[in-house]
Nanobody, 125 residues
């Protein structure tokens, strides 16, 4: 059984930082697409950052480029999202997602078959 468990969310003031972690069990991360998505109330779930092909490639939504960094530790089966210079518009539930092996990787949510339960990030201005 595949499980993704996120942690590290919380409340922070604008300009602050948070680091999210996602620990994966039941599947080996290596070779899979890994990504973080977020969903704010009343909005569609959107891709924030992706880490692909065992970490050799990454992509980011324009809204977070230069502020967020995605990384992975394949030995620990864990993916991270370092979020700096947080803004109020970053407030959302953040979800970790994993693809199945051999999937073409990008931030299209249809690529991802396994999801975590989410961790809330709240940024106050």
């Amino acid at each position: 059984q595949v499980q993704l468990v996120e942690s590290g969310g919380g409340s922070v003031q604008a300009g602050g930082s948070l680091r999210l972690s996602c620990t994966v069990s039941g599947v080996t991360m290596s070779g899979n697409c890994m990504a973080w998505f977020r969903q704010a109330p009343g909005k569609e779930r959107e891709g924030v950052a992706g880490n692909y092909y065992s970490g050799s490639s990454t992509s980011y939504a324009d809204s977070v480029k230069g502020r967020f960094t995605i990384s992975r530790d394949n030995a620990k089966n864990t993916v991270y999202l370092q979020m700096n210079s947080l803004k109020s518009e970053d407030t959302a539930m953040y979800y970790c997602a994993a693809s199945t092996p051999g999937t073409w990787c990008d931030l299209n949510r249809v690529r991802y078959h396994h999801w975590g339960q989410g961790t809330q990030v709240t940024v106050s201005s």
